[in-house]
């Protein structure tokens, strides 16, 4: 047991990881009903961004700086891929953000030259190594739970008690209504996507901490285990991807703590797949019927 | 028959001939390394599996994204079959040499001479990887077909990872070689015999849309609860589309496998689905002829056309934006103006024939785009 203890940190913290992006898929989800591909993307562009920021400045402009440049960048994806095709079927809009999410990579690939970019301890503070319970691991593994923590306490405090936050539960409840209640949905959804894009970046200026470099294909995988995050706590609620995370990234941590490391994808995509058959709607998600 | 060769059928026999023709002339004009053959060859591939997905989510409108991993089964398959025996023990470096200890080229040139034997030894494996992605798509459908739209796509995306992670385990490496590469296996021919494959394979998926289970799955596309209503079984019709368009996504992965000369679990990313996706969208969701066309523009501009995007100059025009990548990033522009601005895509939900219908006046967009 005492082997797995490193294990069992490292999950927690990387489930925060998750639980950060996890809650852009979740926002989006349960507003535009679309599975926001470029999520994951957008996340490893904060990376980029990051990288090449820290390199040239110091923290306290970089980081502001990570923080705006996503949020600016989910908002011009939600502008210009999403908003032409509010009336379009929900596949043209799914297509789309496999389209922008292709864009992403690319562009990215041009402007890196193609090459992963080393991470050379960008934010001093939380890469110091410090000892938790006879381990030593990076500050970062104890901040991301307490960060994740109060974004997320702010985050329901911001959708609970605020005027837009009352919007956005509108528009998810029902899209048409809440826009014959005078609900500018546009700017909902345009927030929803502000909102995700911040949370990624505090997400991915944490994950990528621990990594080497920042490659263009780095967004993929835990982009796609932040949904399986979502889907698994339920998509559309937000306490339900939070939860989802932390347990996606405790049993994918304690699976390569076991020796099985090579199955610690396939066991999130395993678990997506009993939950999606089993109980579609997630843990706390909600039951949706479908209308002919 | 005679009286329904009409205009335009002969104009799309003409066509298709020439096509096949030009295939000829190139392989007898060209050494086989010439860029010129791998684009026909690769987009060929292409061709294949893009079509294989546009009757899935095209012509039954099931939006599965799990293509990279049907194609890597028919990949490995076809590698694992064909891998001369003499050879097996280099590939199988670190495992012994395998498990597999025949190679089925080997054994029809045993019993079928040597010309003929190799080639139906390799499309036996083709097609045999195809059965085993259709019996694995079987498996997978039983779960998976249940659910709807999003949730399809991304459990089917889920279980491509999960081949993926499970093709590259070590401890199957007698079989699959782990995370090594499979190489060493033969190729079945030039650009014309890749030509005449797909075309046969293309030509049997587009029967099938013609055929009453075509009708029944474009109406389960348009409207599920009314194709319940007139009598279609749909989970029997949805079945029967994933596995089909499983065993023709099989097939193009064993051709894959060939025209790449090496398989390797790690190539098959969710990229390369979306990647054939958006050729789908591109060619137009339900149009057979899109696809196939819209492949050989992507895989000749990617390959060849544009390569000059990359390396400095294009079109006689140097710039030092023209550097590696540019040439993706301007074919992802695209993409996404023909996804924002232009849903039908290239050819809607029309075919070749129709282009060539005297009534309505088509732009001959198609054809020989080869």
Redesign the interface.
């Known amino acids: 047991m005492q082997g797995l203890l490193p294990y069992l940190i490292n999950g927690i913290s990387v489930g925060g990881q998750y639980a950060l992006i996890a809650i852009g898929y979740t926002l989006v989800y349960g507003i535009l009903?679309?599975?926001n591909?470029a999520h994951g993307d957008v996340f490893m562009v904060a990376g980029l961004i990051m990288v090449y920021s820290s390199a040239s400045m110091p923290i306290y402009f970089s980081i502001p700086l990570v923080l705006i440049l996503t949020v600016v960048l989910g908002f011009t994806i939600e502008r210009?891929?999403y908003k032409?095709?509010r009336t379009?079927p929900?596949?043209?809009l799914?297509?789309?953000a496999?389209?922008?999410?292709?864009?992403i990579?690319?562009?990215a690939?041009?402007?890196t030259?193609?090459l992963p970019q080393p991470v050379t301890n960008p934010i001093p503070w939380i890469s110091e190594n410090v000892t938790v319970f006879g381990e030593s691991t990076k500050r970062v593994t104890l901040v991301t739970p307490v960060l994740t923590a109060l974004l997320v306490v702010a985050l329901v405090y911001f959708i609970n008690h605020t005027k837009i936050g009352m919007g956005m539960r509108a528009v998810s409840k029902d899209f048409e209504i809440a826009q014959l209640m005078g609900i500018k949905i546009n700017g909902v959804i345009s927030m929803t996507f502000v909102v995700g894009s911040f949370l990624a970046a505090v997400g991915s200026m944490l994950y990528f901490t621990n990594y080497p470099s920042v490659a263009i294909?780095s967004g993929?995988m835990p982009g796609?285990k932040a949904?399986?995050a979502a889907?698994f706590g339920g998509i559309g609620s937000i306490p339900g991807a939070v939860v989802g995370a932390f347990l996606i990234g405790i049993s994918e941590e304690l699976i390569k703590g076991l020796g099985y490391s090579?199955?610690s994808?396939?066991f999130t995509?395993?678990l997506?797949?009993i939950v999606?058959?089993v109980r579609?709607t997630g843990l706390f998600g909600e039951k949706v019927t479908?209308k002919? | 028959m005679m009286k329904k060769m009409n205009r335009e059928t002969v104009i799309t026999a003409v066509i298709l001939l020439a096509v096949l023709a030009g295939a000829f002339a190139l392989d007898a004009a060209l050494p086989s390394y010439h860029i010129a053959i791998k684009v026909v060859k690769k987009a060929c591939v292409y061709s294949l599996v893009a079509v294989s997905m546009n009757l899935l989510n095209g012509f039954t409108g099931l939006f599965s994204l799990g293509q990279a991993g049907f194609m890597l089964l028919g990949a490995y398959t076809y590698a694992i079959l064909c891998i001369p025996v003499a050879k097996r023990a280099g590939v199988y470096q670190y495992f012994d040499g395998g498990i597999v200890r025949f190679s089925l080229p080997e054994v029809f040139s045993g019993v079928l001479g040597g010309t003929i034997g190799p080639v139906v030894g390799m499309l036996c494996a083709l097609l045999i990887g195809g059965l085993i992605t259709a019996l694995c798509a079987y498996l997978i459908g039983l779960p998976v077909l249940r659910l709807k739209s999003d949730y399809l796509a991304i459990a089917t995306l889920g279980f491509a990872e999960i081949l993926r992670a499970f093709f590259q385990w070590n401890a199957l490496g007698p079989l699959t070689n782990g995370s090594n590469l499979l190489k060493n296996y033969p190729d079945i021919g030039g650009a014309a015999a890749y030509i005449i494959l797909v075309g046969v394979f293309i030509a049997v998926i587009l029967l099938l849309v013609n055929s009453t289970y075509g009708r029944a799955f474009m109406a389960i596309r348009d409207d599920e609860v009314a194709a319940e209503a007139m009598g279609i079984n749909l989970a029997h019709h949805k079945r029967l589309a994933f596995i089909i368009s499983s065993f023709f996504a099989g097939v193009g992965g064993g051709m894959l496998a060939m025209y790449m000369g090496t398989v390797q679990a790690l190539s098959f990313k969710s990229a390369m689905t979306y990647e054939i996706l958006l050729i789908v969208v591109m060619g137009g969701i339900g149009s057979i002829t899109g696809s196939v066309v819209t492949s050989f523009l992507y895989i000749a501009s990617l390959e060849w056309l544009l390569r000059g995007l990359d390396s400095g100059t294009f079109l006689g025009i140097s710039s030092p934006i023209f550097k590696n990548g540019f040439r993706m990033a301007i074919v992802s522009v695209i993409i996404m103006v023909v996804v924002l601005f232009f849903r039908k895509g290239i050819m809607g939900d029309r075919e070749l024939p129709d282009l060539f219908r005297p009534r309505r006046k088509a732009e001959k967009k198609g054809g020989g785009a080869q």
């Open positions: 009903r679309l599975i591909f210009m891929a032409p095709l379009a929900r596949m043209s799914m297509i789309s496999i389209g922008v999410s292709y864009l990579q690319n562009l690939f041009y402007f030259g193609g294909t993929g796609l949904f399986v889907v090579t199955f994808d396939a995509f395993a997506l797949i999606l058959c579609p479908d002919v």
